[in-house]
T-cell receptor, first 116, second 115 residues
Framework: AQKITQTQPGMFVQEKEAVTLDCTYD???????LFWYKQPSSGEMIFLIY??????QNATEGRYSLNFQKARKSANLVISASQLGDSAMYFC?????????????FGKGTSLLVTP | NAGVTQTPKFRVLKTGQSMTLLCAQD?????MYWYRQDPGMGLRLIHY???????AKGEVPDGYNVSRLKKQNFLLGLESAAPSQTSVYFC??????????????FGPGTRLTVL
């Protein structure tokens, strides 16, 4: 079974600084997808960024980038120039295979607090 | 374009009562999912559907039933609610789920409390 580990229950960062949220995964499948979602205090799940197992380059979406190290099985989220509105829970997830309908397998999340 | 909607947003039940959560999507997505989120945990898969008329069990299916009679709707039923089912329930959908790239779109969630 696939597994996602987020080892940082909580993180603090000062506004305008960069922050890295860690994610490691475990799978024996050669094909997989890795996702990051943001969950603000209002509760909705907001898609941030995706990385495919065969992608040669690290994914980027605006201030979000994914530091993908396939050999180490890590997919860390980097948020540059943090803003107060970035304070939220962040979840790393892996796309499972057809046996689970390509559902997402989530880590337990990291709570990020951005301070002025 | 509403995306994924969930009804109701909040509900309080007594132990043993039943209820149905409704998920609707207007994106013509094939795949739909029900997850639950408990404090300090990520989302866990309850049931999923890969198309109209199909359903399958996920990681934590006990105590729940689902139906997908129409492509756009995915219903989650609790026949006899228990306090352990107090949780936030999320519905999600995706176009085809192949080949691992399609984004899952989430509904706003339903907060359920079972007393």
């Amino acid at each position: 079974a696939q597994k996602i580990t987020q080892t940082q229950p909580g993180m603090f960062v000062q506004e305008k600084e960069a922050v890295t949220l860690d994610c490691t995964y475990d799978t024996s499948d050669p094909s997989y997808g890795l996702f990051w979602y943001k969950q603000p205090s209002s509760g909705e799940m907001i898609f941030l960024i995706y990385q495919g197992s065969y992608d040669q380059q690290n994914a980027t979406e605006g201030r979000y980038s994914l530091n993908f190290q396939k050999a180490r099985k890590s997919a860390n989220l980097v948020i540059s120039a943090s803003q107060l509105g970035d304070s939220a829970m962040y979840f790393c997830a892996m796309r499972e295979g057809p046996g689970s309908g390509y559902a997402l397998n989530f880590g337990k999340g990291t709570s990020l607090l951005v301070t002025p | 374009n509403a995306g994924v909607t969930q009804t109701p947003k909040f509900r309080v039940l007594k132990t043993g009562q039943s209820m149905t959560l409704l998920c609707a999507q207007d994106m013509n997505h094939e795949y739909m999912y029900w997850y639950r989120q408990d404090p300090g945990m990520g989302l866990r898969l309850i049931h999923y559907s890969v198309g109209e008329g199909t359903t399958a069990k996920g990681e934590v299916p006990d105590g729940y039933n689902v139906s997908r009679l129409k492509k756009q709707n995915f219903l989650l039923g609790l026949e006899s609610a228990a306090p352990s089912q107090t949780s936030v329930y999320f519905c999600a959908s995706t176009f085809r789920g192949l080949p691992y790239t399609d984004t899952q779109y989430f509904g706003p969630g339903t907060r359920l409390t079972v007393l």
